[in-house]
């Protein structure tokens, strides 16, 4: 089963940029999907960005539309997600996550995936 390690997080402070690393423990078939979530303090895990490993279709939540950008790397096997002008509501800790044929309607559901990363913490500051 493919593991997931995440890796970039910090504090920044606010209109900062970061970028976030996902690396997969073997390659990845084209039907994954690899996702990004994040689960603020008192708050649930909530969806951020997707990408289909092997066609590069991407999906992003509203509130990170425009600012955060999904890719990955197949020849490394690493998933990036790069967030521009951070806002103090990104603060949260970051997990990636991934899971073979997951369809377009699921692909914002945390139930659909079946690996998921440790979680790295990224922390905005005023």
């Known amino acids: 089963q493919v593991q997931l390690a995440e890796s970039g997080g910090g504090l920044v402070q606010a209109g900062d940029s970061m970028r976030l690393s996902c690396t997969t423990s073997?390659?990845?078939?084209?039907?994954?999907?690899m996702a990004w979530f994040r689960q603020a303090p008192g708050k649930e895990r909530e969806f951020v960005a997707a990408?289909?490993?092997?066609?590069?279709?991407?999906y992003y939540a509203d509130s990170v539309k425009g600012r955060f950008i999904i890719s990955r790397d197949k020849t490394k096997n690493t998933g990036y997600l790069q967030m521009n002008s951070l806002k103090p509501e990104d603060t949260a800790v970051y997990s990636c996550?991934?899971?073979?044929?997951?369809?377009?309607?699921?692909?914002?559901?945390?139930?659909?995936?079946?690996?998921w990363g440790q979680g790295t913490q990224v922390t905005v500051s005023t």
């Open positions: 990408v289909r490993w092997n066609e590069g279709t991407t």
């Open positions: 996550a991934a899971a073979p044929g997951v369809i377009t309607s699921a692909t914002y559901s945390e139930r659909s995936y079946t690996t």
């Open positions: 073997a390659r990845t078939s084209g039907r994954y999907v």
